[in-house]
């Protein structure tokens, strides 16, 4: 079929540098760490042995000066659940896919045929490169041991065991592998279409970075991994809004590239993401109902935000054309590529002669190669559209559906579904008597411990700008999660598929509202002084810094 092979491509990194396919975060971070050592460039590895278990265990049990009393089942057994991340584990095709991304040089003995990140690590640096600062603190605790100019390692006195078995690692194995950038595939650093998300990553990462020195490092990983994830699926939620709004109307928006950030009235996005979320995490319950709903109203949109992904790959692929076949294009000063908003271009009047007769040949090869046309694409030819308009409607015809599976399930991995951490839902098996059971968003408690450990820290009024802890109201908190990242708990959205709450939905909100602090109450950060609503404080759990009062929340 003439869609095979280029021709029906689909990604464009302006929107997404994944490859839309299921995501494993220990994967992903294990490849950014990579991305961290080499600049934002994958890493290039030749080694002289192979990455199994027995590998691993021989060489622990060869060093008894190190690992003192540890015996061959016992650290077959440790290293196989705690130190290294498999695949298919118990079965026959068991493998490794690498250690677990506690330290930075773990991305040395990563398994790349089984460690597959999908471009997730390349969109997550490119969403850090927005502030230095982030790179930097995340450089500094994966590689906090190692001297930059010369790669020595020097373990801390702190040090946990599974950190010190994968120095142990590096330093005796690393002597027979090679470890260099791949300056193969240099960065392409695209301006994005809404500069807020990356902005929000940055800033989270540093005040979860802050506690470092007051939690366990397998615990403060375990974090980095929902907070990438969070952040990454919010990103591609906004993009499923953004970017079909954005083809409409040929162009961005300034406030959009700015990242909101121009004063009052300027920091709200039209594009971001408004979720109502499940906090009991009970099926069939009015809130779960309402929950459902909000998950509905996303999930339709991806067949659109699809189409408009083909949309701007095809007029990239068009505009690519002009630039290596005609003299009438060329690439921005500096770079050999387009943006998306710059591809948009092409759409214009100047344009169009050259546009008809390129997507013509492409309407015309499908038209001779698929000599009996589906009835459906037969109404399409005769409805008179545009080469470009009719060459789209065959992509979506016959990848479309290929493409929207394959978005969800990236979707779904990023949400974490089934995992801790889940920002949703859905009864494993995924159908009931042939239907679909319907996904709705729920907070784990897991990605709750990471966003109050994000949210408690704020600036102090000392006017240092050093972050400390501090108490902060019940109902501030609600409001920092739907003003910040559009999470609804005791309210609904006033908008993606909501118009406010109506009488019949207060009695749902309340009871949310009351799982939610069930909720803080199990994982420690609530205890009951009052019944009075404006004096319920959720307290940290840890202490950074000098007492402070509660104060403005992270914008």
Not at 19 to 38: E, I, S
Not at 65 to 81: I, K, M, P
Not at 338 to 348: A, D, I, K, M, N
Not at 366 to 371: A, I, P, Q, T
Request: some cysteine; charged content about 25%; aromatic content about 10%.
């Amino acid at each position: 079929m003439a869609l095979t092979g280029a021709l029906g491509t689909f990604t464009h990194p302006g929107v997404s540098r994944i490859d839309y396919k299921a995501l494993d975060m220990d994967r992903v971070l294990t490849a950014l760490l990579a991305r961290l050592w080499h600049g934002g460039m994958p890493s290039k590895i030749s080694r002289t042995w192979n990455l199994e278990v027995d590998v691993f265990v021989k060489l622990f049990l060869g060093n008894p000066e190190v690992f003192d009393g540890f015996d061959r089942e016992t650290t077959t057994r440790w290293a196989s659940t705690h130190l290294l991340d498999l695949v298919n584990r118990g079965k026959p095709t068991e493998a490794v896919a690498a250690p677990r991304p506690l330290h930075g040089f773990t991305y040395r003995f990563r398994n790349s045929r089984k460690s597959r990140p999908y471009g997730a690590d390349e969109q997550l640096y490119e969403m850090l490169a927005e502030d230095e600062g982030a790179l930097k603190g995340l450089r500094e605790f994966f590689f906090s041991d190692v001297d930059r100019s010369t790669g020595d390692i020097t373990p801390g006195p702190g040090t946990d065991v599974e950190t010190q078995a994968l120095l142990h690692l590096v330093q005796r194995a690393g002597r027979q592998m090679q470890d260099r950038a791949d300056t193969s595939r240099p960065r392409t650093p695209y301006t994005p279409l809404c500069a807020e998300p990356a902005r929000q990553l940055c800033q989270d990462v540093m005040r979860l970075l802050y506690h470092q020195d007051h939690m366990p490092r397998t615990v403060l990983v375990d974090y980095l991994k929902i907070l990438f994830a969070f952040h990454l699926s919010l990103y591609h939620l906004r993009m499923m809004k953004l970017l079909p709004a954005v083809f409409e109307a040929g162009a961005g928006s300034a406030s959009c590239r700015g990242g909101h950030s121009g004063g009052p009235g300027t920091d709200r996005c039209p594009h971001r993401p408004r979720l109502f979320l499940d906090v009991e995490g009970v099926p069939g319950t009015p809130a779960a109902e309402l929950a459902e709903r909000s998950a509905e109203i996303w999930y339709r949109r991806v067949p659109r935000f699809v189409q408009a992904t083909y949309q701007v790959k095809k007029l990239d692929e068009f505009s690519a054309h002009l630039v290596r076949h005609t003299t009438k294009l060329s690439y921005p000063p500096g770079r050999n590529y387009f943006t998306p908003e710059e591809v948009l271009q092409r759409l214009g009047k100047s344009y169009t002669k050259e546009r008809d007769a390129f997507f013509l040949q492409r309407v015309t090869r499908v038209r001779d190669e698929e000599k009996d046309l589906p009835p459906e694409l037969k109404q399409i030819t005769q409805l008179g559209l545009s080469a470009f308009d009719e060459y789209i409607e065959m992509l979506m015809h016959y990848k479309g559906r290929h493409y929207r599976n394959y978005f969800i399930e990236c979707l779904d991995t990023m949400l974490l579904k089934h995992r801790p951490g889940a920002l949703i839902a859905q009864p494993r098996g995924g159908r009931t008597g042939g239907k679909s059971v319907a996904r709705r968003f729920v907070l784990d408690a897991r990605l709750l411990e990471v966003l109050l450990q994000v949210s408690l820290l704020r600036e102090g009024d000392d006017g240092t700008g050093n972050l400390q802890t501090s108490p902060m109201r019940v109902d501030e908190f609600l409001t920092l999660l739907r003003e910040r990242y559009g999470l609804h708990i005791d309210q609904l959205p006033d908008t993606d598929g909501f118009s406010g709450a109506h009488l019949d939905d207060q009695a749902a909100l309340r009871a949310n509202a009351a799982a939610f602090l069930d909720r803080l109450r199990e994982i420690g950060y609530y205890q009951d002084m009052s019944d009075a609503y404006l004096t319920q404080t959720i307290t940290p759990r840890y202490s950074i810094g000098t007492e402070a009062t509660t104060g403005a929340a992270p914008r």
